[in-house]
Structure formats: C-alpha cells, structure tokens
C-alpha cells in the first residue's frame, strides 16, 4: 500500500520536502510513486489541503 494524493491539492510543495523516500513527485497536482513509498503518513500529516490519504 501506499499513499495516494486527491485533487485537492494545489501544488504548495509541503509535503516534497518532507518525504523521506524523494517519492513525490510535482505536476499540476502531485503525486506519490507507490513503489518507493515507506506508508510512513509524514506527507499526510504536514499537507495545509488535507489532500493526502493511505489508498484503499
Ligand atoms: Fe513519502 Fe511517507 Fe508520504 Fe510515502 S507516506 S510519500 S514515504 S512522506
């Protein structure tokens, strides 16, 4: 599993820095590269837009 980014963000950049993996990545809305992806919740945490969950 992985964390996974809605559309709810707006690209702010929070959580690039925070992600101890380097495992996002930016674009019009970010994303999460489920494969380097630790589930370590960091970037969910430190997200202003509420945007970022553990997928389903
Ligand atoms: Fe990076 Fe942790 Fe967020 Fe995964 S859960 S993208 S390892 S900060």
Known sequence: MA???S???VA???CI???PTQSIS???IYSI???TCI???TCADVCPSGAIAPAE
């Open 3 to 5: 964390y996974v980014i």
């Open 7 to 9: 559309d709810n963000c």
């Open 12 to 14: 702010c950049g929070t």
């Open 17 to 19: 820095d925070e992600c």
């Open 26 to 28: 930016e674009g019009d």
């Open 33 to 35: 590269n489920a494969d």
């Open 39 to 41: 589930d370590c919740g």
